[in-house]
C-alpha cells in the first residue's frame, strides 16, 4: 500500500518573546518532532502586492539575505529557488525550534534588504510557512529535482541545457552532465552550504544523478 505524504505546517516566531524557556515557540501547539538527519523542503510565500521576486534587484536582495544566513545556529540552507511570489528551500536543522529561528532569521533578512532595495516598507512574507520532512532517498531526490528546475514549470520553450540563475543550480554538484557554458557556473559568494546530512549528501544518489531538463513528478512541501 501506498503510504500517503505528511505534510507540516510550522510557525514563524511572531515578535516580541517568541519562545519560552527551553526553547518551544510560544502561543503554538507543539508540531510533529524533527531530527536532525532528515532535510526539509520550505516554501515560503510572500503576501499580495509585493515585489516580483525574480526582477532583478529584488532576486540580489534575496541573493544577498542568503549568503548572510545559509548557516546559523543548527540551521543550514543546502539548495532555493527564488520564484516571482515565493521561495522553495531545501534546509537541514538540529530541530524543528533551530529550523522556525534559521526561516525567522532568513525572512527578517530578505524584507530588510528587499525593502530597502525598492524603497518600500512593511511586511513581506506570510506568517506561516509550509515544511515538508523528507525522510527517504526518493523524497529527498524528488524535492531537489523540484526546487531546482522549478522554473521549468512556470516557463514553455526552455533549452534543455539550461539551468536556473536564480537558484543554487549553479553550485550544484549533483548534474547528470557538466556545466560547460561561462553563464552556467557559480559566480560570487556561496549563498548555499554544503549537505550535511547523508541523505542530502550522499543517499539521494543511490537514485541517479540529476538531468538540466529533468522536471520529475508533481511535488509540494
Known amino acids: 500500500m501506498r503510504r500517503s505524504r505528511r505534510q507540516l505546517a510550522l510557525d514563524l516566531p511572531r515578535r516580541g518573546r ?3 524557556k527551553g526553547g518551544e515557540p510560544r502561543g503554538h501547539r507543539l508540531r510533529p518532532a524533527l531530527a536532525a538527519r532528515f532535510p526539509v523542503h520550505v516554501t515560503l510565500k510572500v503576501l499580495a502586492g509585493a515585489p516580483y521576486l525574480r526582477r532583478g534587484v529584488c532576486f540580489r536582495a534575496v541573493r544577498e539575505a542568503f549568503v548572510a544566513g545559509k548557516a546559523k ?3 543550514r540552507l543546502v539548495h532555493f529557488t527564488v520564484q516571482g511570489n515565493h521561495l ?13 529561528r534559521g526561516m525567522q532569521g532568513l525572512a527578517i533578512r530578505i524584507a530588510r534588504r528587499l525593502n530597502r532595495s525598492v524603497g518600500r516598507n512593511g511586511k513581506l512574507f506570510a506568517e506561516r510557512y509550509h515544511a515538508r520532512i523528507l525522510k527517504t532517498p526518493t523524497e529527498v531526490r524528488n524535492a531537489i529535482v523540484y526546487v531546482l528546475n522549478n522554473s521549468r514549470r512556470h516557463e514553455k520553450g526552455i533549452s534543455s541545457g539550461w539551468i ?13 552532465w557538466r556545466m560547460r557554458e561561462p553563464w552556467m557556473r557559480p559566480t560570487g559568494e556561496r549563498p548555499v552550504v554544503a549537505a550535511g546530512t547523508w ?6 544518489r543511490y537514485r541517479g544523478l540529476i538531468r538540466f531538463d529533468e522536471i520529475g513528478r508533481a511535488h509540494r512541501a
Request: with cysteine; glycine share 8%.
Open 199 to 204: 541523505l542530502l549528501d550522499v543517499g539521494w
Open 73 to 75: 545556529d543548527g540551521f
Open 18 to 20: 517568541p519562545f519560552k
Open 88 to 100: 522553495h528551500l531545501i534546509c537541514e536543522a538540529a530541530d524543528r525550534v533551530r529550523l522556525a
Open 164 to 176: 536556473d540563475p536564480m537558484s543554487s543550480a549553479p553550485w550544484f554538484d549533483g548534474w547528470k
